[in-house]
């Protein structure tokens, strides 16, 4: 299970956006907690939500994007709509907005069940709820409210992690950056708090497996014609479990890449797969700063919209094959919600333009 804030707003236009969805029956009003005033009238309208919120925030004029929006998802259908409201009510509980006015939205149209939050920052008295460190406080409530443990939970995708076979701490480190983690010399790190400790001496530095190579170098010469660098990019990491990590510097066109074989737990340098210039040379991308800018930064964005779920030949192109077997947080995808504007419209904006980092 996952939680994301969607889009930030000076207004509240998550209230429209979900009383839509329910016009088009798309989706169920579930809750409409702390609108007291509201009470008395016979039918109240999206409007009359608006309005209520927009008066409790007139409260404070010092914060210029007070809406709260935010979306908890299970995977597929394992939580119905009734546990979902539960485990909302439960979560904005624990997050400082249990008396606030707020709406909690079922939405059925995807093959996640999901709900929506629309709250304000602002509380009765004029103050803004706080925000600290909001993402980290987010996950771990959920994972309160749902009886994760989370120290077992890291010590497990660690050990995942040292599963791979990889030459070399660089390698580690990546496997463990695309997992959400940062390694400092010993410590583990998450949402800027240090985790836990790596015994560096256990890391077992392997040389990954030849035979896979060379697979994987019949695999790359057969698909690539196909596609463009971005499209060659997401049909290795839904269909084959295979992630190619463009790396460049300052701006420059990309001077390598890595390759994180998830299906069989290898890492190579790309070139000793094929090098960067056949494989950009044979889908006859051109090499542009802007291009190879855009490769990497669309993996960043993949990897913090992926669910942590091995991929399969069923999965859709924008789905994304991870290898983590359970993130930190509790991590359902919410992507298939195309509905979302705040999820999607990145993607339809970048559906042929791949980016990237400058690792």
């Known amino acids: 299970m996952v939680v994301k804030f969607l889009k930030a707003s000076g207004s509240f236009k998550g209230v429209f956006y ?11 009003l579930m809750a409409a907690a702390n609108f ?39 995977t597929g259908r394992s939580h119905d709509k009734n546990q979902l409201t539960t485990i909302a009510v439960a979560w904005l509980e624990k997050m400082g907005y ?11 149209d995807t093959e996640n069940n999901h709900v929506h939050i629309v709250s304000t920052r602002i509380d009765q008295e004029g ?21 994760v443990d989370e120290v077992q939970t890291v010590q497990n995708d660690l050990e995942h ?3 791979y076979r990889f030459s070399n701490l660089a390698q580690f480190k990546l496997i463990l950056e695309n ?3 940062t390694l400092k010399d010993h410590d583990l790190i998450k949402f800027g708090k240090k985790l836990a400790e790596v015994d560096m001496e256990k890391l077992g530095f392997r040389d990954p497996d030849d035979k896979r190579a060379a697979q994987l170098k019949a695999i790359f010469k057969k698909y690539t014609p196909r596609y463009d660098t971005a499209g060659f990019r997401d049909y290795m990491k839904t269909k084959m479990g295979v992630e190619l990590i463009f790396h460049a510097k300052d701006g420059k066109p990309a001077y390598g890449y890595t390759i994180i074989d998830h299906a069989q737990k290898n890492v190579y340098k790309g070139g000793t797969v094929l090098p960067l210039k056949e494989l950009l040379a044979v889908q006859g991308v051109a090499t542009s700063t802007q291009k190879h800018q855009q490769i990497n930064q669309k993996t960043r964005e993949d990897n913090q919209h992926s669910p942590q779920q091995p991929g399969n030949a069923s999965q859709k192109p924008n789905e994304s094959f991870q290898f983590s077997p359970q993130e930190f947080q509790i991590n359902i995808n919410i992507s298939n919600d195309v509905d979302d504007e705040s999820i999607h419209g990145p993607r339809r904006h970048r559906k042929k333009k791949a980016r990237t980092n400058h690792r």
């Open 36 to 74: 007291e005033a509201l009470q008395g009238l016979g039918e109240i309208r999206p409007i009359d939500y608006a309005n209520y919120l927009d008066a409790v925030t007139a409260r404070n004029k010092g914060v210029s994007q007070p809406q709260l929006h935010v979306a908890i998802s299970t």
């Open 18 to 28: 979900n009383t839509d969805k329910i016009g088009q029956g798309k989706a169920e």
């Open 179 to 181: 997992m959400g983690y």
């Open 127 to 147: 103050r803004k709820i706080s925000s600290d460190f909001e993402r980290v406080r987010a996950v771990r409530a959920l994972n309160q409210v749902m009886g």
């Open 98 to 108: 249990g008396k606030q006015p707020y709406l909690i939205i079922f939405h059925k």
């Open 161 to 163: 992690a040292m599963s």
